[in-house]
């Protein structure tokens, strides 16, 4: 099954630290979307993104839909310990019900 | 609002039980899935449901059933279980209006032995 491509696979950062991953594919999406994932938890919607060049925030976390609509990225500004978790990148085709999800970043955050 | 809950949170299966996994939303969403989350492998769409009445297979259907028993449940079947079924199960759900913002249940942690 078609998977996207999901960058870094591993983070270890200084609280305080800035972070950026990313996520790409060979297709194109109509829809990115952002979760992150604490230990032994589901997944939570952190930032849901709909047009290609939208930037969108939601406290200390900005995402943006590439223009080409092949890409996503997602940035972390002055990261906590409570920032410490897997963040997943799904995106969705026109016409379709179902989420393609990348393999997750996990961050740890060093006090 | 519980959101999306799940039944059972941990499970042990011996090879060729079969058990079933419950879950229910109360957002009055339309649509609901079912994951499998493996190490390194992110997650992966099982089966699906657009509506009550309607199933479809997603990427990973083998060894599985669901039923739509309402608009509220959907459950999962493993009719003879494999060890290579051994994996975190979620549950989600999607409303109508924003139907690709997806909300997890907290996952059943299935062991087969």
């Known amino acids: 099954g078609q998977q996207l491509n999901q960058s870094p696979q591993s983070m270890f950062i200084q609280e305080g630290e800035d972070v950026s991953m990313n996520c790409t594919s060979s297709?194109?999406?109509?829809?990115w979307l952002w979760y992150k994932q604490d230990p032994g938890e589901g997944p939570v919607l952190l930032i849901a993104l709909y047009k290609a060049g939208e930037l969108t925030s939601n406290g200390r976390l900005t995402a943006q839909f590439g223009i080409t609509r092949k890409d996503s990225f997602l940035n972390i500004s002055a990261s906590i310990p409570s920032d410490v978790g897997i963040y997943f990148c799904a995106g969705q085709k026109s016409g379709s019900e179902k989420l393609v999800f990348g393999k997750g970043t996990k961050l740890t955050v060093n006090p | 609002n519980a959101g999306v809950t799940q039944t059972p949170k941990f499970q042990v299966l011996k090879t060729g039980q079969s058990m079933t996994l419950q879950c229910a939303q109360d957002m009055n969403h339309n649509s609901m899935y079912w994951y499998r989350q493996d190490p390194g492998m992110g997650l992966r769409l099982i089966y699906y449901s657009a509506s009550e009445g309607t199933t479809d297979k997603g990427e990973v259907p083998n060894g599985y059933n669901v039923s739509r028993l309402n608009k509220r449940e959907f459950s999962l079947r493993l009719e003879s279980a494999a060890p290579s079924q051994t994996s975190v199960y979620f549950c989600a759900s999607s409303g109508q209006v924003y139907y690709n913002e997806q909300f997890f249940g907290p996952g059943t942690r299935l062991t087969v032995l």
């Open positions: 297709s194109i999406f109509n829809t």
